[in-house]
């Protein structure tokens, strides 16, 4: 990654995921084709609920590898068989191990996070979602402390309910976090375009992926939480843009290895996005 890329391998391939739910065969269609294309926006990740790995599986080719993307919507107990289906088949390159802490029936959050620690492969990117982002702050100190392995948060900014998007005082709050105990994270739904904005279909106002890319920026570079706010709810583009173009190197690296990438149902979304804004993938 260069100053000149700082949006290089920043979107996971969520097609299989609200709003746009694309069938199995379909979703492998575009990623196909987005990995022929390789445009450097795309890390080429695909992102599977562990429920639906053996329909996947069935629809690649023979030799066909795919890099996967595992989403542990079965819960802790679920976990084991999922990577063991994951592991026996040769095609299936798993790149990173997404788990939601609200699957895992546990009472103490600490608890929970350690045991789905050990269950899944040290080598393997695991990023953990907390039940409720009021539990971040656990989870980020929990996951410091870890050391040795590729650990993260993943952070929900959206979703297809109103409460399932965190307000920008919260979002700012856990960037912020993050950004000082220098803990991975990747974000996930609601992020459909660059800039914040206000859905008119269904009222909803979402986080921008570039305002999130330069809060964390910001807050890297030792900006308070109110300023991380201001950002967050930024809508001038041109503000936007020259916060991400703008970044010393040593602090676009700092903030890319914070913020490591976003699962987008769209793929090509993000493409004209970052076009508008003047900002290269690579």
């Not at 199995?24 to 639906?52: E, G, Q």
Request: proline share 7%; hydrophobic share 50%; aromatic share 4%.
């Amino acid at each position: 990654m260069t100053a000149t890329a700082p949006v290089w391998a920043l979107v996971d391939d969520a097609g299989l995921f609200p709003p746009t739910a694309l069938p199995m065969d379909a979703a492998l269609a575009r990623h196909r084709n987005d990995v022929r294309r390789a445009h450097p926006l795309h890390t080429n990740r695909f992102l599977c609920p562990a429920s639906r790995i053996s329909e996947l599986a069935s629809l690649l080719g023979p030799q066909e590898p795919i890099r996967l993307g595992l989403i542990c919507d079965t819960g802790s107990d679920g976990l084991g068989m999922a990577l063991a289906a994951v592991m026996a088949d040769r095609r299936l390159d798993l790149a990173v191990v997404e788990f939601p802490l609200a699957a895992a029936d546990e009472a103490d959050p600490v608890a929970a996070l350690a045991a789905v620690l050990e269950r899944t492969p040290e080598t393997i990117p695991l990023f953990v979602e907390p039940a409720a982002m009021e539990q971040a702050d656990i989870f980020v100190a929990a996951l410091a402390a870890v050391g040795g392995r590729p650990a993260g948060l993943k952070v929900r900014c959206g979703g297809v309910r109103a409460d399932l998007f965190p307000s920008v005082e919260t979002l700012a709050h856990v960037l912020s976090v993050v950004a000082a105990a220098r803990v991975p994270m990747k974000a996930t739904a609601g992020l459909h375009r660059a800039v914040r904005y206000r859905d008119p279909d269904t009222g909803f106002t979402h986080h921008g992926f570039v305002n999130l890319l330069a809060g964390v920026i910001g807050a890297v570079s030792g900006a308070d939480e109110a300023a991380v706010a201001r950002t967050l709810r930024e809508q001038d583009p041109d503000r936007l843009a020259g916060i991400v173009a703008t970044a010393e190197p040593d602090v676009l690296t700092v903030a890319r290895a914070v913020f490591t990438s976003y699962g987008s149902c769209s793929t090509s979304t993000p493409l004209a996005e970052i076009g508008a804004l003047g900002l290269r993938a690579g």
